[in-house]
């Protein structure tokens, strides 16, 4: 007696609004994410292996002992001194993988003002990192920075 089952057949990915927003949104967060790491670079002066954007719901970036970085394209809608500080952090940990005092040391050379990024950015991850959430949060720093 022969049972005849069924073919798996792969399931097709499903393709969501917020999978098409990463994908109209991941190269221009890479082109920002490079040319803003290679200008900060040129001060460090240090070497990584790879840039990966990703869309993370909680997470702006991460580094690995792998001297990968990761970047979640989101970063794209902050405000510019907040993506710049988290390119900075990222970047100070291919030196230092903790946040010890010699690590803020690092990002206190190009972002002196980093606790003030740190408390801001705490200010919209209480907000949440939805699109739109974010959208509203860089208008109001361009109504700011316009006044």
């Keep these: 007696m022969m049972w005849w089952g069924r073919k798996k057949v792969p399931k097709k990915r499903r393709t969501t609004s917020v999978t098409k927003h990463f994908d109209e949104h991941r190269e221009k967060a890479r082109e920002l994410t490079l040319a803003r790491l290679h200008h900060f670079n040129q001060h460090y002066n240090l070497t990584w292996n790879r840039v990966a954007i990703r869309n993370q719901r909680r997470r702006w970036g991460s580094c690995s002992s792998l001297k990968n970085l990761n970047f979640n394209y989101k970063i794209l809608f902050l405000p510019s001194h907040l993506q710049d500080y988290i390119i900075v952090h990222e970047l100070c940990h291919l030196m230092e993988l903790n946040h010890g005092q010699a690590f803020w040391n690092l990002v206190a050379e190009q972002i002196p003002h980093y606790q003030l990024c740190v408390a801001e950015l705490r200010a919209i991850d209480a907000l949440g990192h939805s699109v739109f959430t974010l959208q ?8 700011l920075r316009a006044a």
Excluded: C, D, H, S
Excluded at 136 to 143: D, G, I, K, S
């Design 136 to 143: 509203l949060v860089q208008a109001r720093y361009q109504l």
